[in-house]
């Protein structure tokens, strides 16, 4: 069983890099950071699809696993044959080949 954290007595230092090092993107005010921590514990917190430029047509683009209107999206560009699955997972991140970003 995984130890509870109590994130209330850890400087504001050490919670930046704590969110840092797990990928959360949020403000820099430590009650706002707690927040996102433990959303990030119990599994709820959704991170932001990422776009990186491939060539001058298409984009990599990493999908957060539990960002199921985003997977959706993708699904339906991938059966228009505009996007491709990677078969790569990083990061809890689906990476796909696209042509366009998603809405």
Not at 10 to 24: A, C, N, Y
Not at 26 to 36: G, L
Not at 39 to 61: A, H, P, Q, S, W
Request: proline content about 0%; glycine content about 4%.
């Amino acid at each position: 069983m995984k130890e509870e954290i109590d994130y209330e007595k850890l400087r504001l230092d050490v919670l930046q890099k704590l969110i840092d090092e797990r990928g959360i993107s949020c403000k820099n005010k430590k009650d706002e950071i707690i927040k996102y921590l433990k959303m990030d514990d119990d599994g709820k917190y959704v991170r932001e699809t990422i776009y990186e430029k491939n060539d001058k047509n298409t984009f990599l683009v990493g999908i957060d696993i539990r960002n199921q209107k985003q997977l959706i999206e993708m699904g339906n560009l991938i059966f228009k044959k505009e996007a491709s699955r990677l078969n790569r997972y990083a990061d809890n991140r689906i990476w796909y080949v696209s042509n366009q970003k998603l809405m």
